[in-house]
């Protein structure tokens, strides 16, 4: 897992539903290759990851570190 520095936190729980992939994508364009975010949801966020293999593949790495129920947590890293 990343280091403290190269982490950026991301809880997209509090933001309105249609806002929340552009947000998602969003902040994912702002890191540098090497660099993660850790999303935290309120739901499993597998949809937006047929998103991310869709539109940036091999671009991503995708490590689940909780997987709910009422929390999920995922490191998203930029690889390229």
Partial sequence: MPTD????????????????HPTIHAT??????GQSMTLINDHDPKPLYYEFNFE????????????????WKVVITKIA
């Fill in 56 to 71: 940036k593949p091999g671009r991503f790495r995708w490590e689940y570190v909780e997987q709910g129920p009422e929390v």
């Fill in 5 to 20: 520095q190269n982490m950026v936190e991301l809880d997209v729980r509090p933001i309105i539903p249609r806002e929340k």
């Fill in 28 to 33: 994912f364009e702002t890191l540098n290759t």
